[in-house]
T-cell receptor, first 111, second 118 residues
Framework: SQQGEEDPQALSIQEGENATMNCSYK?????LQWYRQNSGRGLVHLIL?????REKHSGRLRVTLDTSKKSSSLLITASRAADTASYFC???????????FGAGTILRVKS | EAGVVQSPRYKIIEKKQPVAFWCNPI?????LYWYLQNLGQGPELLIR????????DSQLPKDRFSAERLKGVDSTLKIQPAELGDSAVYLC????????????????FGEGSRLTVL
C-alpha cells in the first residue's frame, strides 16, 4: 500500500520555469523525504524534512510541510532539461521504521 | 565511495523458472531493503534487514519469495517459481542508521534489476 499521493501525476514545463509537485499522506509522520528517479535508474535522495519543520531549502529545491493538512510540496526553481525525471515523496511513520513511497510525479522539462 | 551494487541489471525468464538477484550495499550500512517497483508506481517494501536479521518481511510473498543476508553484508532475493505478475524492477537500498526514522535515515538505492517473466 502507498501512503503518499503525488499531484499532478505528470507535469510538462519549459526550461527556466518553476515546477511544483504536491504530496498528500494519511497518517502521522516522523519525517518526509523526496526522491528523484531518472528513467531506468535507481532513486536518488533529494531532501528530508522533519515533522517539526515547515520549510527547507537545498539549492534550487524548496520543500514545505503542513502537518495539519498532511501535505508537502516540492518546488524546483529555474528548471533545466536535466530535471526531467519522476519525483517521489516518501513518509516515515511516527511509530515505525518503514519508508512508504507515493506513486510519483513525472516531470518533463522541455528545452 | 562505491554505491549500492545490484546484479543482474536485466533478466528475462519463462514462467515457473527460478531467478535470483544480488545486492551489495554501501560499506558500513547496517540496514538493507528490497523494494518492488511496478511500472508507473512507487517502490513498495518487500523486506528490511537490520544487519543479518529480517525485521520487516510482512510484504514478502513467502510462498515463492525468499531472501537472505549472510554476515550482514550482501543480500540475495530469490523467486521460485516466477509468475507473469512478478515482472517488475527489484530495487535494493541501504541506509546508515537503523531505519529511516532517524536523522540521516535517507536511503541509497542501487540501479535495480529489471525482471521480465514470459
Amino acid at each position: 500500500s502507498q501512503q503518499g499521493e503525488e499531484d499532478p501525476q505528470a507535469l510538462s514545463i519549459q526550461e527556466g520555469e518553476n515546477a511544483t509537485m504536491n504530496c498528500s499522506y494519511k497518517t502521522s509522520i516522523n519525517n518526509l523525504q523526496w526522491y528523484r528517479q531518472n528513467s531506468g535508474r535507481g532513486l536518488v535522495h533529494l531532501i528530508l524534512i522533519r515533522s517539526n519543520e515547515r520549510e527547507k531549502h537545498s539549492g534550487r529545491l524548496r520543500v514545505t510541510l503542513d502537518t495539519s493538512k498532511k501535505s508537502s510540496s516540492l518546488l524546483i526553481t529555474a528548471s533545466r532539461a536535466a530535471d526531467t525525471a519522476s519525483y517521489f515523496c516518501a513518509t516515515d511513520g511516527k511509530y515505525g521504521n518503514k519508508l512508504v513511497f507515493g506513486a510519483g510525479t513525472i516531470l518533463r522539462v522541455k528545452s | 565511495e562505491a554505491g549500492v551494487v545490484q546484479s543482474p541489471r536485466y533478466k528475462i525468464i519463462e514462467k515457473k523458472q527460478p531467478v535470483a538477484f544480488w545486492c551489495n550495499p554501501i560499506s558500513g550500512h547496517n540496514t538493507l531493503y528490497w523494494y518492488l517497483q511496478n511500472l508507473g508506481q512507487g517502490p513498495e517494501l518487500l523486506i528490511r534487514y537490520e544487519n543479518e536479521e529480517a525485521v520487516d518481511d510482512s510484504q514478502l510473498p513467502k510462498d515463492r519469495f525468499s531472501a537472505e543476508r549472510l554476515k550482514g553484508v550482501d543480500s540475495t532475493l530469490k523467486i521460485q517459481p516466477a509468475e507473469l505478475g512478478d515482472s517488475a524492477v527489484y530495487l535494493c537500498a541501504s541506509s546508515l542508521r537503523r531505519g529511516p526514522g532517524k536523522v540521516g535515515g535517507e536511503l541509497f538505492f542501487g540501479e535495480g534489476s529489471r525482471l521480465t517473466v514470459l
